[in-house]
């Protein structure tokens, strides 16, 4: 379809009242024609882009912006990062270049525009070439520079926080012991890291769901964020490390001087083998840039408050009788495509409270959809027989209870520490994963959403204890789901994961 019958659409909705459900469809129809004819011969569309920023940014009110926005980020953006392979990469930011480019010019983006003209970046080319050359970056980070503060940047998500920025601030802190570490990254962090006096977070907060002006609105609260930490350390005894951030959007943002700057390109097709986790790719690449040989797996720092309470928490099932913990997680951070279905949830449910003294303590998630799904699957649970309890993260339980389910909502600090006293961890590709191998539980995924190889090899969980994976193809053929096979993948995994241990 050509770009000029979607922009006779935009302005037909704009001539009248203004409906959300209207943006929604036209946004996400202009970015699924832009996918049709990149995927069909590598063509690229650029009108349809500047049509998605116009969209994104006609606007003040976000509820009419963002819709626009998921779509450019979800369909587009999102998709070109997943394939992990060097022509969507340049495509990304070839997008990214032209949607700052695009915003910079509007008045509300004068402040953006300053920022990048302070880096002498004037034009969509500029930001092309910069990034261009930071991906064939081959600088080398001496030991014996004089290093006195490393700022990090933090990946945004939970998950993906664990499975590379924990290795990268191990790996550097054995490197520089005293240096200061400054983490930058949203609040949630403190409740993983907070247990590590070695890391000082510096808090700023990526809006994921926002427009496109406060998606790049970030990026100018961390360069405030770097005068401030270059005020207290001259620029030469200080490095930044940008392990693929969106916070520099995944490093098309310029954020410090290139001498100071090290860009870790996780989604490169050239520098490393296919076959690689995201954890051992990031110990590759910092052998790489520092020369010396070592590996560290993903970590985390919980509170010492929550794992004390966590441990009372599971003392108190073993008073009751409990001989097995499981923790389990469905959420999937609002990506829908990870989910398999209530049915097999409910089902994995009471094929584990088959095992006699078992209890599941089951994280209700965030938000109204992941509660309401997990109050639905508490019901079913007590249907079949089988005891059921809702608690409260540090309270005690209001029963005794040694075989059944418990309903806990926590915060992310919270259930890693359940996670961490927990004998077994279950759920979908989410941020729980990566934090039960970090804190050596024993983990099991239930990885759908993507055929993708490469992505799936990426994101698996890596970490010393075992770590399963079931693989559910929901995309090819959702109705031909069998889910009595997939649990008796899952037990049999389960299984083959004791016997190893």
């Not at 050509?2 to 459900?21: C, G, L, Q």
């Not at 207290?232 to 940008?242: F, G, R, S, Y």
């Not at 097999?344 to 599941?360: A, G, H, R, Y």
Request: with cysteine.
């Amino acid at each position: 379809m050509k770009s000029s019958f979607y922009r006779e659409k935009w302005s037909d909705i704009k001539a009248t009242t203004v409906d959300i459900e209207e943006i929604t469809h036209l946004s996400r129809q202009i970015a699924h024609s832009f996918m049709d004819a990149y995927l069909k011969d590598c063509h690229y569309e650029a009108d349809y882009i500047d049509l998605l920023c116009e969209m994104t940014t006609f606007s003040e009110n976000t509820d009419l912006t963002g819709m626009a926005a998921q779509a450019l980020f979800r369909i587009i953006i999102e998709s070109l990062c997943d394939d992990f392979e060097d022509l969507q990469t340049e495509t990304y930011n070839r997008v990214m270049a032209q949607l700052i480019s695009f915003c910079r010019k509007l008045p509300s983006g004068q402040e953006l525009d300053r920022c990048l003209n302070d880096f002498k970046i004037f034009d969509r080319d500029d930001l092309l070439n910069r990034i261009k050359t930071i991906r064939m970056d081959g600088k080398h980070l001496s030991r014996q520079r004089n290093v006195k503060k490393i700022l990090l940047l933090s990946r945004v998500t939970i998950g993906a926080d664990v499975a590379i920025t924990s290795i990268i601030i191990q790996r550097l802190a054995g490197l520089f012991p005293d240096a200061e570490l400054v983490l930058i990254g949203g609040t949630k962090l403190d409740e993983i890291y907070g247990g590590n006096s070695r890391i000082r977070l510096q808090t700023v907060d990526y809006n994921r769901k926002g427009g496109l002006i406060g998606r790049l609105s970030s990026w100018q609260l961390v360069l405030n964020i770097i005068q401030q930490e270059l005020a207290a350390c001259p620029l030469e005894n200080t490095i930044l490390i940008d392990p693929d951030s969106r916070l520099s959007q995944l490093g098309v943002l310029p954020i410090i001087p290139e001498d100071q700057y090290f860009f870790f390109d996780s989604r490169s097709d050239i520098s490393f083998a296919g076959n690689m986790s995201m954890a051992q790719l990031t110990n590759t690449w910092i052998n790489k840039v520092t020369g010396q040989e070592d590996f560290r797996y993903p970590r985390i720092w919980p509170h010492s408050s929550n794992l004390t309470k966590a441990s009372e928490f599971y003392s108190e099932l073993k008073k009751c009788g409990a001989r097995r913990v499981i923790a389990i997680n469905f959420g999937v951070g609002g990506n829908q495509r990870k989910k398999v279905g209530w049915r097999l949830e409910k089902e994995l449910l009471l094929s584990l409270l088959q095992e006699p003294d078992t209890v599941i303590v089951l994280d209700k998630g965030f938000g109204d959809a992941e509660l309401q799904n997990s109050n639905l699957l508490l019901t079913a649970v007590k249907e079949n027989g089988f005891a059921t309890q809702d608690a409260v993260f540090g309270t005690a339980l209001d029963s005794n209870i040694s075989r059944g389910v418990i309903g806990l909502q926590t915060r992310i600090g919270e259930i890693a520490a359940i996670i961490a006293k927990s004998d077994e961890y279950i759920g979908y590709d989410s941020a729980c994963q990566h934090i039960a191998v970090a804190l050596n539980t024993p983990c099991l995924t239930i990885f759908a959403g993507s055929n993708n190889m490469r992505f799936i090899r990426r994101w698996s969980a890596f970490g010393p204890n075992s770590c399963q994976i079931v693989h559910v193809d929901t995309l090819t053929d959702p109705s031909s789901i069998e889910v009595e096979d997939i649990i008796a993948r899952i037990m049999n995994e389960r299984r083959a994961g004791k016997d190893s241990t």
